[in-house]
């Protein structure tokens, strides 16, 4: 038995061993190739679970979306800008909430006519899934050809803000299968009031967390408190029935707003790297366990032909992608049509803008988070009827999504050319010099006082007098780059400076004469400098 058991412990290993290398190796071909790493990991995923000797993997469908989800959706709503979504808030709002409400009524028509035996609540429950878009595969594609910035917004606050509405709808529409019942007049009334309760949960909350962070200074302290944020928030809206979806997203961006005036620079240049490693892995890992599921949910439909499947998943998908170009149109031009106010605020826009936005409907995490927390039973007794294939579809619409229009969209926006419509250079350039300048008043201000020395003022002053010619340049049409190389050149002397200091701290600590601990912390400094420099 103590034998059997070690072999199963150690195949166990091997199994293991070989999906982190999988991962591992997804991720550095996603680097080098620059396709976005949901993409690599949704087919990897998917031809990994394939692979002889890999078990099946089997989750609870609570644990998905009360352990993963929170966190996705605070860091989204927390990196967030509250002013770009107040801007855009009109257009954000009929994709978040009309879009959403469209796909999930179009999908589940589609899916009630076409797939044989499919409820119309299990189609409610398929279009709910597949309602939200999800924002990484867009905004990794959408940054690096230059896309304008409001695209960005606008895409990233609807992947922001449809969660919230998919994921209610969704709820409703699970309860009504487990339950066997749905009245459209209750869930209206409920859908409105958890929502606002579901907001109300989070500001508390974003309140009572602000009022904490302002007397900590500790970093491990404070990120802490930062990670189990999102559940502070979302468990008690979930325990009373409400939106615990925008108690997270509230919290979020609430704290996100204040963020600058709670977090220390020290404590800020920490936890802004632990949050973007734990949102990159918790979606590498929802990528990955939809993919090692992939097996067991095909057997489940293994009743089913191939070419039953594949149409199915066609048309699904299908419905998905057209389903958004017949909103987005639309939605653009009509409210400015019949709008004087709308007209006059945010003027018509060229068709090649509403074309970008209509292809940016890639699927992702919470799609696939809320496929795999879908019960596994009803109230009544039994399976939840076609899990396995609602699941297998929602699958197929992220694939197809991700592969058709994540791989093109970066040749759509060129071939479009939309570009961005202001230099984001320039106004970083605008607002350092303003820093500066600021600076230099307050360094004026301070000059008279006993603590401060002339000298030490004065070379400050020189510093920031520098930093105003060399942004100021920036603006001049006849400037020649002079004093920008002679800024690059000084970063490059420094790099090498500091360099040196780093070996030499290394040697100290090789030959024992300082040990780990001082190492880290002067190295920790000259790390602090060098993340400073722009070569």
């Known amino acids: 038995m103590t034998a059997a058991l070690g072999i199963a412990q150690a195949h166990l290993d091997v199994v293991l061993l070989a999906v982190l290398s999988a991962v591992s190796v997804l991720l550095i071909v996603a680097y080098h190739s620059q396709v976005p790493y949901p993409i690599l990991l949704v087919v990897g995923g998917a031809a990994l679970g394939f692979i002889p000797g890999i078990p099946d993997v089997q989750l609870d469908p609570d644990v998905v979306l009360v352990i993963v989800l929170p966190p996705l959706l605070y860091a989204a709503a927390f990196f967030s800008s509250l002013r770009d979504l107040r801007d855009n808030l009109g257009s954000i709002s009929l994709l978040a909430i009309g879009l959403v409400i469209a796909t999930m009524l179009g999908v589940a028509v589609v899916a009630h006519e076409v797939i044989d035996g499919m409820s119309w609540q299990g189609a409610f429950v398929l279009g709910a899934v597949v ?12 940054s690096r050809v230059g896309a304008p910035r409001r695209y960005l917004t606008i895409v990233e606050g609807e992947a922001l803000l449809n969660d919230a509405t998919a994921l209610v709808a969704y709820k409703f529409a699970v309860a009504a299968v487990v339950s066997g019942s749905f009245s459209l007049a209750e869930a209206s009334g409920r859908f409105v009031m958890n929502a606002v309760l579901g907001v109300v949960i989070g500001l508390a909350v974003g309140f009572v967390i602000a009022q904490l962070r302002k007397a900590l200074d500790d970093a491990p302290t404070e990120i802490t408190i930062s990670l189990v944020t999102p559940y502070f928030a979302y468990l008690p809206a979930e325990a009373l029935g409400v939106s615990a979806v925008l108690a997270a997203v509230t919290a979020g961006i609430y704290l996100g707003w204040r963020s600058p005036e709670l977090i220390t620079p020290a404590t800020r240049i ?107 039973t009803i109230d009544a007794g039994g399976d939840f009827p076609q899990r396995d294939l609602i699941i297998f579809l929602s699958y197929a619409v992220i694939l197809a999504t991700l592969i058709l229009q994540g791989t093109t969209l970066p040749t759509l926006i060129r071939v479009l050319g939309v570009e961005e419509d202001s230099n984001p250079e320039q106004r970083e ?68 400076v500091l360099e040196a200091e780093r070996a030499e701290i290394i040697r100290l600590r090789n030959v024992g004469k300082i040990n780990d601990e001082i190492m880290r912390r002067i190295e920790r400094d000259l790390d602090l400098e060098d993340t400073r420099l722009e070569v």
């Not at 309602?131 to 959408?142: G, K, L, M, R, Y």
């Not at 696939?368 to 927390?373: E, I």
């Not at 007098?465 to 000084?490: K, V």
């Open 131 to 142: 309602s939200p878009t999800d924002p990484v595969a867009a905004s990794a594609i959408a």
């Open 270 to 376: 920490q936890a802004f790297s632990v949050w973007e490693i734990l949102v990159f892995v918790l979606n590498a890992v929802l990528f990955m366990l939809v993919g090692l599921q992939l097996p067991g949910v095909i057997d489940g439909i293994s009743g089913l032909s191939t070419g039953s499947i594949v149409g199915y998943a066609i048309a699904v998908s299908a419905t998905v992608i057209v389903i958004r170009f017949l909103w987005v149109f639309p939605s653009t031009y009509l409210p400015r049509l019949v709008s004087r106010r709308i007209r006059e605020r945010d003027p018509l826009v060229h068709w090649h803008f509403p074309a970008i936005v209509a292809w940016t409907g890639m699927r992702g995490a919470v799609s696939l988070a809320a496929a795999l927390a879908i019960p596994t």
């Open 429 to 496: 350039s605008k607002a350092r010099l303003l820093a500066a300048r600021a600076a230099i008043d307050r360094i004026e201000e301070l000059r008279e006082l006993d603590w401060v020395r002339e000298d030490t003022a004065n070379r400050m002053r020189q510093m920031y007098d520098f930093r105003i010619r060399r942004f100021s340049a920036r603006f001049d049409d006849e400037d020649d780059g002079a004093i920008d190389r002679q800024s690059q050149d000084y970063q490059r002397l420094r790099r090498k």
